[in-house]
């Protein structure tokens, strides 16, 4: 019998399999050398995914911004650094939602005097096509000097004030705003957000260069549709200012002026914005308007064909101001919304109300919490709404109406919500895309 010899001469554990194939030598090879050679645009669909799938997520800005356009990318940079992402609130885009945060978090720990402007600025480039929306809860003061030196030489008042002024002075957001073409929404609260046992009233100003400053910025921000300016005790010389940019706003819908020191001069100032605008939303609760200012915004809704929802709760507007009110919304077609909650309201509010309740047919909600409308009132209101068919809201809490009444008024209101409920399953509005 004839026998051979094998001779191996191979390795046993290599295997053809394991060889990778030259394109992905290649696709590895790019995104070990990103960061010097960003050349994913020249790359095939399925190429491009690989290579930003091995990227890493702490890639310089100046390189990923406006090439990455994967959002797989940009959720990993996100989960990285957030524990909570919810992505619903930045119109499902990871890339948004990292920008508008990266953004937020250096605005809101920016001090004025010890910050690099540059920080912001140099971040313009990359971020002004993703940025719809800042939510800025803090805006931080400059760093406090020694001011015993000052408290001693009390010479010249004056200086001291102007001394004091652009001390107390924040960022000046107009060179950021105004460079960022696509946005619709911004929040502010000029504050500290957690001063803890550091809290002083100081670290709560709101200048009037401050105010002069944002006032320019959002006359300038053509495509804002939303402006909140809350918790920053504004005042009426700094609202007036406020409004007078803001008139003829080509898109501004929303205004948040909550938790403020507005009074009667401001709310003028605000009526008659509501008038050469168009607004549709206005927040004015929590501050200090009385029935001056509650007229004022009366006869700015008597003649406003957009605004649709108003909120004055935890005002002083009293019977005058309420009644004003709804003198105005007999020939008022827009307001869907109005909420006169804490006002101090009684008996000739109610009067007036009935008789809106009877003849306005665009109110779909008021709320009337916490006022003294009293046992007549209550019962002018359930006259006025004997053939309402379009209010689906009516919030009485603690505004000492008589139970039956209060039970009489919700069962009309409670049927009036079913009978929108049911048109609007037969007939569906299609929402326009």
Known sequence: ??????????????????????????????????EKNPILNYLLPEHQKKVVDRL????????????????????????????VCDVSNYGDSWKRMFFERHLENILKFFIPNTTDPEQVLEL?????????????????????VDQKEESDDLSDAEDDAELGEVYMQHYNLKELITALPHLQELHLTYGVKSCGMNFEWSLFNFTELDCSNLAAAVKMCRNLKVFKLTRSKVDDDKIKLLARNLQHHPCLLEL??????????????LGKLIRCSKLETLNLCNNQICHLGAQALAQGLAESSTLTSLNLRLNFVEDKGGEAIGHALLTNTSLKSLHL?????????????????????????????CNHLGLDGGKQLLEGLANNKTLTKFDLRHAEVEQETDFLIHEIVWANREAVRLESLQYPTTKPL
């Open 124 to 144: 313009i480039p990359l971020c002004k096509d993703y940025v719809r929306k800042l939510e800025l809860n803090q805006l931080l003061p400059p760093l406090r």
């Open 1 to 34: 019998s004839f026998y051979t010899r094998r001779c191996i001469t191979e390795d046993p554990s290599w295997s053809l399999v394991t060889v990778p194939h030259l394109t992905e030598l290649c696709l590895q090879h790019i995104a070990h050398n990103f």
């Open 341 to 369: 909650g804490s006002n101090n309201l009684s008996g000739p509010t109610a009067a007036v109300f009935s008789q809106v309740l009877a003849q306005n047919t665009t109110l779909t909600s008021i709320n009337f919490s």
């Open 256 to 269: 948040d002026l909550s938790h403020n020191l507005i009074r009667d001069h401001g709310a003028q100032a």
């Open 56 to 83: 890493s997520t702490s890639l310089p800005l100046t390189v990923t911004a406006n090439i990455v356009s994967h959002e797989d990318y940009w959720k990993r940079c996100c989960m990285e650094r957030w524990q």
